[in-house]
DNA sequence: ATCAAATTTATGATGCATCATATTTGTTGC
DNA sequence: GCAACAAATATGATGCATCATAAATTTGAT
């Protein structure tokens, strides 16, 4: 997953960087409103501030990380506007990935995804939220990967950059229920109906993130 | 149009830079293939080295230049499949952010559109295919601004960085056509129909991208 | 004259020194 | 004790020196 965006790219510590300050961010190892300070990163990660400024840049760029101020790092919180814009872009562009994956799949790629969906109900069987979410996760760029679309791959990488810290803010309460939308979503690959895993994807994306929307809502209003 | 990415960005030079390079691509002014070295561009800037790298590496990033080994970094070249990738990807968000246009304009912003329109008319009787060009990007990016799509002006932005050397470099012999399609844009906008102004970009990307994917597909085949 | 090895040059990568400034802390006068 | 000013500190921005290496050029042997 990590080599979403880096195909082609030249591999510099810059690059080493970001992608582990990316892996830290999916993850939700970074929590909304922490701050970094780029000094002490490149302590802890034994190198110069080159490559970690490199890193950061990047991902103010992307709006993965916000330079609140010109020394205030931080990653960001998300809000419900954002979200609900988010959203309806994922809507699009996953639907547009599992459309032309359900055109595409090979027997054996619909083997892979059959075999994320059972890994995901283990990990369910087992409690074990944190793998969930890492499975929930790669069902969704399996798809992309499957579309055969580089291109889109990096930019729905860089959309759930945005979306980590958020869900595992979430999800480390509760919310097993999100591999329920995904056996639609196999199914209409199983048969190669495109517009069907569309749809599929689409009514994921809406209720699987409800729960999200739920807690953004309810940590925005009474707030303050 | 330069601002759409920087909106809460901390401006440093290698900001500057950065957009100085957006600007110069998506006008044109570097043509696929040419070669980019970070102390000429210094040079030519008057700053450090720091800055230049800053933004070169951003752009490298986001494959609007492409690093090809470690000390050649270029303009890319764009293939048909990654055109045919990115029209799909437009159809889908552009949609989109008609789709929004259409539900939010203002009086006010359809009067903006409707300038927009004759501006390009004007630039046409003229015969200046390159005011023409930029009036027109300058439509598509209107509507996403009149969307309230912050994020998503972001991903297009990217988008059409990607294209602007082709673009400039296809249009700079004939191709006046493509305004024909904004007519029914602005039609469905003015009645506020999501779903029809959705369409109509769709045609508008499809048809008037016809002459660029002509173009591309007569110089790779026989290319060698 | 040709080709290969060696040398030079060009160029991005990295580290680091310095600068400017925001933030914090401490001091002093009321 | 509190407030306002001042010193100290923290931190990103920028410039630049140096390194490693790929490309280009020269040189010399055959």
């Known amino acids: 997953m990590t080599d979403a965006l880096d195909t082609l790219e030249h591999d510099n510590l810059g690059s080493t960087v970001y992608h582990l300050l990316c892996n830290a961010l999916i993850q939700g190892k ?3 409103g922490e ?3 780029i000094r002490e990163l490149a302590a802890r990660l034994g190198t110069s501030v080159t490559p970690v400024r490199d890193a950061i840049l990047r991902l103010v760029q992307e709006q993965a990380l916000a330079m609140k101020s010109a020394r205030d790092i931080r990653v960001p919180h998300m809000t419900v506007e954002r979200y609900l ?3 309806a872009i994922r809507i699009k562009l996953e639907g547009l990935a599992a459309e032309m994956a359900a055109q595409n799949a090979s027997a054996e790629q619909i083997a892979q995804l059959e075999d994320l969906v059972r890994q995901n109900e283990q990990a369910i069987a087992d409690g074990d939220t944190a793998r969930g979410c890492d ?12 579309a055969g679309m580089p291109f889109l791959q990096g930019i729905l990488y860089r959309i759930w950059l945005q979306m980590g810290p958020l869900i595992a803010d979430v999800y480390s309460a509760g919310g097993d229920d999100m591999l329920d939308f995904h056996y639609p979503v196999l199914a209409a690959i199983r048969v190669h109906d495109g517009p069907a895993a569309a749809r599929a994807i689409s009514d994921d994306i809406l209720c699987g993130g409800q729960v999200i929307l739920q ?3 309810a940590a925005t209003a009474p707030d303050a």
């Open 215 to 217: 807690h953004l809502q």
């Open 35 to 37: 701050r970094l300070k």
């Open 135 to 146: 499975l929930n996760q790669r069902f969704h760029f399996a798809l992309v990967d499957i």
């Open 30 to 32: 970074l929590k909304p």
């Open 85 to 87: 814009e988010i959203r």
